[in-house]
């Protein structure tokens, strides 16, 4: 087995029964043209469909009443203290230890449910990573890795270790996840097509889209045999093969599987339901590749005007969009619009994952390449080496994202007006 679950253990001389990390006190005021796929990080599926279980429940805050009670009065309510979804955690995890011991299933679970409202808050994903890999650990010792709970444990971080941009980790941690779900609950169960997807995420973000294609496709197969071509799960993993197929390459196909799904997706949700606005979106890129400009301008305005309107101005998901507008014009060498276009994707995408993520390092590589068309060299350059070094430390030496980068930097160094 791999050392994604143990990443730390030799730092800090953890292993099974040691107390997990503990949470700082919740902070306030928290808060290339990429195709647009159905899917984020921790979902490798469409919106809102991680790659888990789909047991977790949901976890939320809730307050402490004081009462005062005395005898022949009814009872009084004195005050009412708001409490958060981490501090209600941390304590019902510090309980269960404390009450049960740090291996107990029960004092585990409530770990994970920690781990996991830790992963919900931004700036907390390294916390929350530490603390699930205390879990997995621990249940990898206590229970074994075959074992329910290990393996929902197993899903839960490998997701997040995309999330956080740990992208080698988490393609190990999907692929051990999902070998083991195979193997003791067969190909076709939910969780092992779920992790199947997970890992063909992460294969397609660390650019291997060659490789994320085939699970992709039987994902879709497995679960068409299984539930039928219009179910819910079918349609989406139908949107995501397509999308593996745009990033291989095979655009035509792409573009037929795409013409069929969106009114499939659209007698069943609706033209701007999420899952819908994700395959026209995928649709738009699909016409970007194959050179109808002007088709797939009006195509992308049309996405963006609609996940503006659904998803707001600041997800992911409409970043995206906005991106293939831009890829759209600079593919009609309107440079000078796409540049703010993708500025402001930087910011938002700087915002909502932080500097070094990587959607936000191709994001920043996105704008570099534009500015060289503009001429606006001095900026290219600096953006060009923060990427190289990011693309060093997401992908390792020798990565077609890293060479390319490196290429272009060179270039600009070395051309008629070096920098």
């Given at each position: 087995m791999t050392r994604w679950w143990r990443r730390r253990a030799a730092e800090d001389g953890q292993g099974a029964g040691a107390q997990p990390p503990r949470p700082r006190r919740e902070q306030e005021g928290r808060q290339e043209h990429r195709e647009r796929t159905d899917r984020q990080p921790p979902d490798p599926d469409t919106q809102g469909?991680?790659?888990?279980?789909?047991?977790?429940?949901?976890?939320?805050?809730g307050h402490i009443t004081i009462t005062e009670v005395t005898e022949g009065r009814p009872e009084q309510e004195i005050a009412r203290v708001a409490l958060s979804a981490e501090q209600i955690?941390?304590?019902?995890?510090?309980s269960a230890i404390d009450t049960l011991g740090p291996e107990h299933p029960d004092a585990l679970t409530a770990m994970r449910e920690?781990?996991?409202?830790?992963?919900?808050?931004?700036?907390?994903?390294?916390?929350?990573?530490e603390l699930y890999q205390h879990v997995v650990r621990t249940q990898w010792t206590t229970l074994g890795d075959r074992h329910e709970d290990t393996l929902r444990t197993s899903v839960e971080l490998a997701g997040l270790l995309h999330t956080t941009g740990q992208l080698r980790l988490a393609e190990t941690?999907?692929?051990?996840?999902?070998?083991?779900?195979?193997?003791?609950?067969g190909r076709d169960h939910p969780d092992a097509l779920r992790s199947a997807t997970g890992l063909a995420a992460v294969l397609e973000d660390l650019g291997r889209a060659a490789e994320a294609e085939p699970l992709l496709r039987d994902v879709l197969e497995r679960r068409a045999r299984q539930l039928g071509r219009d179910h819910p799960e079918v349609l989406s993993a139908t949107n995501a093969h397509a999308a593996s197929l745009l990033k291989c390459g095979r655009h035509e196909e792409a573009e037929r599987a795409?013409?069929?799904?969106?009114?499939?997706?659209?007698?069943r949700y609706g033209h701007d339901h999420e899952a819908t606005i994700a395959a026209r979106s995928n649709l738009g890129a699909v016409l970007v590749r194959l050179d109808r400009h002007a088709e797939a301008e009006e195509h992308i305005r049309a996405v963006v005007r609609s996940m503006e309107a659904t998803l707001g101005p600041h997800h992911q998901s409409t970043f995206t969009a906005r991106n293939n507008l831009a890829a759209v014009l600079h593919a009609q060498e309107r440079y000078e619009d796409a540049v703010p276009i993708l500025r402001a994707i930087l910011s938002g995408c700087v915002a909502l994952h932080g500097d070094d993520h990587p959607t936000t390092v191709v994001t920043r590589d996105n704008l570099a390449n534009v500015l060289i068309d503009v001429g606006r060299h001095a900026e290219a350059a600096e953006l060009l080496d923060r990427c190289v070094r990011d693309y060093q430390r997401i992908h390792g030496p020798g990565h077609p994202r890293l060479r390319a980068a490196e290429e272009r930097l060179a270039w600009l160094r070395e051309g008629p007006d070096p920098y």
């Open positions: 469909h991680a790659g888990g279980s789909g047991r977790e429940r949901l976890l939320v805050g955690h941390t304590m019902r995890a510090r920690l781990a996991q409202v830790l992963g919900s808050i931004p700036g907390r994903g390294e916390e929350a990573v941690a999907w692929r051990d996840t999902f070998r083991a779900q195979a193997e003791t609950l795409l013409r069929a799904l969106v009114p499939r997706l659209e007698d």
